[in-house]
């Protein structure tokens, strides 16, 4: 897969805790349709930065404001899809890989374009999303089982991930350039080593 300017990866821990599957699953069941509204919010908020700053400011100031903000949510999102158990409260580069090489010139309008511009992007990732679902479940039952699940449902659910990461950089207006159509499954960028069991 050719790189691409918004890189997420992140490392499995050797064992899964059991205890915390059934909150997560409760959370992932109770956000599933308002987390779809930070697609439609990204933006918004991206746009009233523009405005205040201009275009060059927000993208300088991009690595201590909206690029935190997106790691912080895929991390979020990532400890609710079981591919980690470390909570977001912590810092999230510790967990993951998440990292944006700004580029482009966005304006007010085009930012707020991009709301349109990801819909064929997230139509295909609600499709992916429903496989996923079905993936974190079973991960879910495995994990209480065995303390793991198999690293093919594990690579499709990072591979996921990976997609609404640079979608979401794509929406925020810190890349130019549209995300890949490609479930990018692959170990990509120094993913944090997963903390130790225990």
Same mark, same amino acid.
Do not use: C
């Given at each position: ?34 987390? =779809? *509204?930070?697609? !439609? @919010?990204?933006?918004?908020?991206? #746009? ?6 201009? $275009?060059?400011?927000? /993208? ?60 064929? =992007? *997230?139509?295909? !990732? @609600?499709?992916?999303?429903?496989? #996923? ?6 991960? $879910?039952?495995?994990? /209480? ?54």
């Amino acid at each position: 897969m050719a790189s691409y300017a918004a890189t997420f990866d992140i490392a499995p821990p050797q064992k899964f805790d059991r205890v915390h599957i059934a909150i997560r699953i409760a959370i992932l069941i109770i956000l599933s349709i308002p987390a =779809s *509204a930070v697609y !439609l @919010g990204i933006p918004v908020v991206a #746009a009233i930065q523009i405005s205040q700053r201009g $275009a060059e400011r927000y /993208l300088s100031e991009a690595s201590e404001n909206m690029t935190k903000w997106l790691r912080t949510l895929v991390a979020f999102f990532a400890y609710l899809s079981l591919l980690t158990d470390r909570f977001p409260t912590e810092e999230p580069k510790d967990t993951l890989h998440f990292d944006v090489a700004t580029s482009g010139s966005p304006t007010v309008g085009s930012t707020l374009m991009r709301i349109i511009l990801a819909i064929p =992007s *997230a139509i295909v !990732l @609600g499709l992916l999303g429903i496989v #996923a679902g079905i993936l974190v479940l079973y991960a $879910a039952i495995m994990i /209480l089982i065995q303390e793991t699940y198999p690293q093919g449902v594990y690579d499709f659910l990072r591979g996921v991930m990976r997609w609404e990461a640079r979608l979401l950089a794509y929406v925020a207006s810190l890349v130019d350039e549209y995300p890949p159509f490609a479930l990018d499954t692959g170990s990509e960028g120094a993913a944090p080593a997963p903390p130790s069991a225990g």
